[in-house]
Structure formats: structure tokens, C-alpha cells
């Protein structure tokens, strides 16, 4: 379950026989076989670089986001992002169609709206989608659709694509905001959740709050005051708490050295960082991984 190497490795979209760089369609089952993981894959902790989103039809396999096992369901929804760990964990048959596409897909002109949904942002880190028949129907027929235009190159192609992938994801971010009760979209929930999404994209590097305000183009004052009334708490506590998952990430999944692990975050010394893990986590670095890796073996 976890990676002897260095650095987890990235795995990137790789075209089919279509060429297209940013956007493909996985078919198994049905007319197909079910398909079986590479054996090669199977316990090895990676990353996309893209979206996936994957349509399960008949399944019984388990595999790890971060640090959550999932028996994948038969006719359930599962998705992740470009920031998400993975792991095959079982050799078994799957029955699925799939459709993965990257960030520069999303932000072509016509997707851009794409980006805001609420299952691409995932403030909630929901990973399945639970699907009731008519659901299943729907789902169903928007898979058929972007098939057979993926599969029929034409000048049109792109703008079909994107019309069927918007209903697609535009439905399902519905019954995300269902399964997972979040139908606030005020203004400041928005800001709560862009200030979230750059301190993502960011949290290596930036450590403050003004830092953030700054991106967002307000006072450090007022994303301060949004930011606790919206969530219940400080904006910097966001910061921390985002920086101490990519620290159980790095622990949970590779063999890293506290140290290493420290500089990856942008610690300067093992001992800071030791320090800052336990104020958030109320365990050491070290204590934390020998009591996950007892839990789960």
C-alpha cells in the first residue's frame, strides 16, 4: 500500500488512437470484456494530471483515495482530480465507462464555466456519487452520446463534446450538492471556496493570509471575517489544516523520510515541521504513520 519510491508518480492523459490530448472516453464492459488493472499498478500510490470520472456498472474491486478505502459499487459515480492518491488495490474485473479530461480542457473558452461546478471544485472531497434509476438512465444515455461523438472525428466534435460533458457534469454537481447538502452558493460561500481552491494550488509556497487576499484581490481583513463566518474558522487554520493532509498524504503513502517530507512542504527544518504536525494533528509525524500503517495492514 504504500510507495517505496522517492516521489509519487504522476500518471498522464494519454492519447488514444483518436490523438486527442485533452479529453478520452475508456470503455469496459458491456460488448467490451471487463477489464483487469496492470498488475505492475496494483499497490502503487499515483496521481492523475486530469479528471478522471468513472461510470461503475459491475465492480467488487477496492482501491485507496488518499487515505480512504472504497469497495467501488455497482452503478455509482466515483471521481477524482489532479490532486487525489490512488491505489489499485485488487485484481479483479471492472465493468465501467470512464471519461477523463485535463485542466486545459476545462479551461478552453467554452468549458471555462465548467471549472466552478460543484464537482470539479469537490469542496466536500466526495469522492462516489450514489445514483437512483432515473439517474442511472440519464447518466446511461449522456455516455452514449459522448461515445459515439468521440468516436466520429469532426470540425464539430469539441463543441459536442463539451455540450454533452456540461449536461453530464452539470447534473451530477446537482446531486452532488444533494448527497452532500451544500446549497449555500452565496457570494461569500464562493469566496470560501476560491480561497480554499488557491490555497490548494498554492499551499507550498504561501503561508499567509494576506497572501491569499491578495490573489483574491480583497483586504486581508475582509477574507478574514468571510472566511470564519462561512466556515467557523480562522482563515489561516485552512491554510494549515490544507498543508497537514498533504503531510498524512506523504507519511500514509510513500516511504519518505520526515525530513524530506518537510522540505517537499517547504519546511525549513524536520524540526519545525514536526512541531507544526503534531499542534495540528496532536500526534508526531513519525507516530502518525506507525499507527496508520498498524490500522490498515
Not at 505492475?40 to 467488487?60: E, P, T
Not at 486581508?220 to 472566511?227: C, I, N, Q, R, T
Request: aromatic residues 12%; without cysteine; charged residues 25%.
Amino acid at each position: 500500500m504504500h510507495n517505496n519510491n522517492q516521489q509519487i508518480p504522476v500518471y498522464r492523459l494519454e492519447p488514444d488512437e483518436t490523438g486527442n490530448k485533452h479529453f478520452r472516453v475508456y470503455n469496459f464492459g458491456g460488448n467490451y470484456d471487463g477489464n483487469l488493472p496492470n498488475q505492475s499498478d496494483l499497490l502503487v500510490s499515483h496521481r492523475k494530471d486530469h479528471y478522471l470520472l468513472v461510470f461503475i456498472r459491475r465492480a467488487g474491486r477496492r482501491q485507496w483515495i488518499d487515505m480512504t478505502p472504497y469497495i467501488l459499487k455497482e452503478n455509482t459515480i466515483y471521481f477524482t482530480g489532479p490532486n487525489q492518491i490512488i491505489i489499485k488495490e485488487e485484481f479483479k474485473q471492472l465493468w465501467s465507462t470512464g471519461i477523463a479530461f485535463t485542466k486545459e480542457f476545462l479551461s478552453f473558452q467554452e468549458n471555462d464555466s465548467l471549472n466552478k461546478l460543484p464537482l470539479i471544485q469537490n469542496p466536500h472531497s466526495g469522492y462516489e456519487l450514489l445514483l437512483t434509476d432515473a439517474d442511472i438512465d440519464l447518466v446511461e444515455d449522456m455516455l452514449t452520446k459522448i461515445n459515439v461523438e468521440y468516436q466520429n472525428p469532426s470540425e464539430w466534435q469539441q463543441r459536442m463534446l463539451t455540450a454533452y460533458l456540461t449536461v453530464l457534469l452539470t447534473y451530477l454537481s446537482r446531486l452532488y450538492t444533494e448527497q452532500f447538502k451544500d446549497n449555500n452558493t452565496s457570494v461569500n460561500k464562493l469566496l470560501l471556496k476560491n480561497f480554499q481552491m488557491k490555497i490548494n494550488e498554492r499551499f507550498r509556497e504561501l503561508r499567509e493570509v494576506g497572501d491569499y487576499a491578495s490573489l483574491l484581490h480583497i483586504s486581508a481583513g475582509h477574507l478574514s471575517e468571510v472566511v470564519k463566518t462561512q466556515s467557523g474558522k480562522p482563515a489561516i487554520k485552512h491554510i494549515h489544516e490544507r498543508i497537514a493532509l498533504e503531510a498524512r498524504r506523504l507519511l500514509f503513502h510513500t516511504n519518505n523520510s520526515l525530513k524530506e517530507i518537510a522540505f517537499d512542504l517547504g519546511f525549513a527544518d524536520a524540526s519545525y515541521f514536526n512541531r507544526f504536525f503534531k499542534r495540528e494533528t496532536g500526534v508526531t509525524p513519525a507516530e502518525y504513520r506507525t499507527n496508520t500503517r498498524k490500522m490498515y495492514h
